[in-house]
């Protein structure tokens, strides 16, 4: 589990943009909404989209599917976290 973890971490430090880049164009870091997809697969585009109503600030198929071992904790985290980290709050389940 921890080999897992330190692996997302890798992944999503290599992903991430340059630490110049670190605020949103809502004021909000996209460090910290990187931080909070690592914990689980779509918070942190809920964090970037102002928190607020479940259903209609935070992306549903990633948050639900992130439940799922392997797939979503583990593949999921990392395109959320880049999402995140991008600024990005869609519901894509691709990494681009």
């Known amino acids: ?10 992944l999503v430090g290599a992903a991430s943009p340059s630490a110049a880049a670190t605020t949103c164009q809502n004021g909000r870091s996209a460090n910290g ?14 964090f970037l989209n102002g928190w ?5 600030n935070a992306p549903q198929r990633k948050f639900w599917l992130g439940w799922i ?3 979503g ?14 600024c990005r709050t869609g ?3 691709n990494l681009d």
Do not use: I, Q, R
């Not at 589990?1 to 890798?10: C, D, F, H, Q, W």
């Not at 909404?33 to 809920?46: I, P, R, T």
């Not at 607020?52 to 209609?56: D, E, I, P, T």
């Open 1 to 10: 589990m921890l080999g897992a973890v330190l692996l997302v971490l890798l």
């Open 33 to 46: 909404a990187m931080w909070l997809s690592v914990l689980h697969a779509g918070v942190g585009e809920w």
């Open 69 to 71: 071992p392997f797939y």
């Open 91 to 93: 519901d894509n389940l």
């Open 73 to 86: 904790y583990g593949y999921l985290t990392v395109v959320s976290a880049t999402d995140a980290a991008n």
């Open 52 to 56: 607020g109503s479940f259903n209609a």
